[in-house]
C-alpha cells in the first residue's frame, strides 16, 4: 500500500488519545442527532468513525476506502416541490482507495483536512476554506480541491460546513427594513441608504426586527446599488433587498432561508430575462446539484419569479435594439433547464423557456433603460408588485 504524499497520521493519534475521554464525558458513543444543533462532542465522534473503519481495515490488512455519494450526477436528484433537489437517499457512489495509484493521493488529501477539521472543532477554531488552502498550498495544489474535498466531507458526514468549523466567505449584501444582533453582539440597522454584507455566520443572528412586506432578490449588484440609488425601498412598501452578486454563496442562501423562516412575507426574484440569470433564481428556490444534500436549510421554494419575463419583450414592447441573441452557450443552458425536474411542476415557466426558445433572444434588466433611466423602480417593480405580475 503505498502513498504518492507523505499521509497526515496524526488523527489516528488524536483519535486515540480524546475517545475515552469523550466516551467517559458522554456517557455513550456519539454521533450526528437529528437536531439541527450538531454540538461538537457530535462532531469529533462521527469523524472518529470514519477513522476508526480505516483503521479497522488496516488491522485485517485490508486497504481502507472513503465511499463518497455522487453529487454531479442528475440520476441522484430527486425533487420535492416544498424543499426542491434533494440527494436521493440510495444513490450511487464512488470509492476512493488508498491503495489505487489514480486516489491515493485523493485519499491522502482527505485524511489532511479530516485531521484539520478534527484539530479546529477540538480547540474551538474557525477557519475559512481559503486559510485551510493556505495550510499546505504545495500539498492541495489549487483551492478547488479543498473546496471539494471539504463538500465532500461535509455530504459525507452529513453535517453542515459551519459545525465543521470552516466558515464560507459571504459576498452578498442586504438593506432594507431590517435589523439584527450578529454572533458577537454587533447591532446591524439596514435601511435603504446603508446596506451591510451577509454575515458570516448567519445562523448566529438574533432579535430580527422588521416592518417588511416582501423582500426582492436582485441578481446582480449593479441593479441592487441602482435599487438604492432610487430610494426604492421608501418609496414602495417596507422591503427588505437581497443581492448574491451573481450565483449565491451559501451565506446568502442561509440568510434568505432565514428571512422567510422569521418573516413569512412573500419573496420575489429580479433576474435577467437569459438562461443564467434563471438557473440563478432556481438555486435561491430549489438548490443546486452540488448541494442538494443541504437543501433543508438553503432552499426557498416560495420564491417567485418576478421579472424580467421573456414574455415581457411583447407585453412591454422592449426595443430589438436592447435585446440580445442567444448565444450557443445559452442556448446548451436554456436546453439543460428545459430538462431539470421542476420544470414539470412550473407550466408557466415552461411556457417562458419556450418564449425564449422560440424568439432566441435574451435581455439584462438594464434593457427597460431603453425607456427612462428610473423605469425599473418608476415603473416596472412597483406596477408588478401592485398587479401581481409575477409567477
Request: with cysteine; proline share 5%; charged share 20%.
Amino acid at each position: 500500500m503505498a502513498f504518492t504524499h507523505k499521509t497526515d497520521w496524526s488523527l489516528f493519534t488524536l483519535l486515540e488519545r480524546h475517545r475515552l475521554s469523550l466516551e467517559e464525558a458522554m456517557g455513550k458513543p456519539v454521533g450526528p442527532s437529528d437536531s439541527d444543533e450538531i454540538s461538537s462532542p457530535e462532531v469529533l465522534r462521527t469523524i472518529e468513525n470514519v477513522i476508526e473503519d480505516a483503521i479497522t481495515c488496516l488491522s485485517r490488512n485490508e486497504a481502507p476506502v472513503l465511499i463518497l455519494k455522487n453529487r454531479s450526477n442528475w440520476e441522484n436528484i430527486q425533487f420535492q416541490d416544498s424543499v426542491g433537489l434533494q440527494l436521493a437517499t440510495n444513490c450511487s457512489t464512488r470509492k476512493i482507495r488508498c491503495n489505487c495509484p489514480k486516489s491515493a493521493t485523493n485519499f491522502a488529501l482527505f485524511l489532511k483536512i479530516f485531521s484539520i477539521v478534527y484539530k479546529m472543532v477540538q480547540t474551538n477554531i474557525y477557519a475559512t476554506k481559503r486559510d485551510i488552502f493556505y495550510t499546505d498550498t504545495v500539498l492541495f495544489g489549487n483551492q478547488k480541491v479543498v473546496d471539494d474535498i471539504i463538500t465532500d466531507i461535509s455530504c459525507m458526514l452529513k453535517i453542515p460546513r459551519r459545525n465543521l468549523h470552516i466558515l464560507s466567505t459571504s459576498k452578498g449584501l442586504i438593506a432594507g427594513n431590517l435589523s439584527y444582533i450578529e454572533e458577537d453582539g454587533t447591532k446591524v440597522n439596514c435601511t435603504c441608504s446603508t446596506t451591510a454584507a451577509v454575515p458570516s455566520n448567519v445562523e448566529g443572528m438574533r432579535n430580527l426586527i422588521t416592518d417588511a412586506k416582501f423582500i426582492l432578490i436582485v441578481e446582480k449588484d449593479a441593479t441592487f446599488q441602482r435599487l438604492l440609488d432610487d430610494n426604492f425601498c421608501n418609496k414602495m412598501d417596507p422591503c427588505i433587498i437581497v443581492t448574491g452578486k451573481g450565483v449565491p454563496d451559501v451565506n446568502t442562501r442561509l440568510l434568505l432561508k432565514k428571512l422567510w423562516d422569521t418573516c413569512h412575507v412573500p419573496i420575489f426574484a429580479l433576474m435577467d430575462a437569459d438562461p443564467h440569470g434563471i438557473e440563478i433564481m432556481c438555486i435561491y428556490k430549489y438548490g443546486s446539484m452540488s448541494m442538494s444534500f443541504e437543501a433543508p436549510n438553503l432552499t426557498v421554494p416560495a420564491v417567485r419569479w418576478l421579472g424580467i419575463l421573456p414574455s415581457d419583450f411583447e407585453r412591454l414592447n422592449i426595443p430589438k435594439t436592447a435585446l440580445i441573441p442567444l448565444s450557443k452557450k445559452d442556448q446548451s443552458k436554456l436546453a439543460s433547464l428545459q430538462m431539470r425536474p421542476f420544470i414539470a411542476y412550473q407550466s408557466t415557466w415552461k411556457n417562458e423557456l419556450d418564449i425564449m426558445e422560440t424568439c432566441q433572444m435574451k435581455a439584462e434588466i438594464q434593457a427597460l433603460n431603453s425607456f427612462s433611466s428610473d423605469y425599473l423602480s418608476r415603473v416596472y417593480l412597483p406596477n408588478k408588485l401592485q398587479f401581481g405580475g409575477w409567477i
